[in-house]
């Protein structure tokens, strides 16, 4: 089955800075990769995701890309604010059918004020 | 719309005790899953369901039993629990042929 693998697993960054946690995957046809936000006692909530035919996607300070051909997508925030702290979980999918996902262990992502 | 509610919050079990873990939506989706978090291990996946009467195996099916009578429940199951069943366990749903899933709040588990 898929294996994905994130790094790194804690991450400080100060106010204003940029973040990037990185992920690898092992199944080539594996073409749906989400991220999830999750705050302390709630579930993961989607923030961005890509699909294997765009390199690159953005929403206002969020931005992920993806390389195929090396298999690893990463998500990249700017300018962080504290309200960015979570853990930042990745994952990937063989596409709608099923819906199974697979993920990442997760970073703890902290914003220093 | 609630969206995907689960209950109870947090339960304590002994080792040998069954329960069911409630998941309901109100969005009408088709899948529904079940995710154990623990630390250190991301999520993966327990069981989940296509629709109504359709239920299949994930990565760590051992020791829990599902379910789907209805479009909008998915209960888990535990028979007998063991404390390797503590854990966070999360329901998410969303729709076939659409990856976005919506997660529950959680059902926090601790089998002694």
């Known amino acids: 089955g898929e294996n994905v693998e994130q790094h790194p697993s804690t991450l400080s960054v100060q106010e204003g800075d940029s973040a990037v946690i990185k992920c690898t995957y092992s199944d080539s046809a594996s073409n749906y990769f989400p991220w999830y936000k999750q705050e302390l006692g709630k579930g993961p909530q989607l923030i961005i995701d890509?699909?294997?035919?765009?390199g690159e996607k953005k929403d206002q300070r969020i931005a992920v890309t993806l390389n195929k051909t090396a298999k690893h997508f990463s998500l990249h925030i700017t300018e962080t604010q504290p309200e960015d702290s979570a853990v930042y979980f990745c994952a990937a999918s063989l596409g709608p059918t099923g819906n199974q996902f697979y993920f990442g262990t997760g970073t703890s992502l902290t914003v220093i004020p | 719309n609630a969206g995907v509610t689960q209950t109870p919050k947090f339960q304590v079990l002994k080792t040998g005790q069954s329960m069911t873990l409630q998941c309901a939506q109100d969005m009408n989706h088709e899948y529904m899953s079940w995710y154990r978090q623990d630390p250190g291990m991301g999520l993966r996946l327990i069981h989940y369901?296509?629709?109504?009467?359709?239920?299949d195996q994930g990565e760590v099916p051992n020791g829990y039993n599902v379910s789907r009578s209805t479009t909008e429940d998915f209960p888990l199951r535990l028979l007998s629990a063991a404390p390797s069943q503590t854990s966070v366990y999360f329901c998410?749903?969303?729709?076939?042929?659409?990856?976005?899933?919506?997660f529950g709040p959680g059902t926090r588990l601790l089998v002694l």
């Open positions: 890509i699909r294997s035919n765009v």
């Open positions: 998410a749903s969303s729709y076939v042929g659409q990856e976005t899933q919506y």
């Open positions: 369901s296509v629709g109504a009467g359709i239920t």
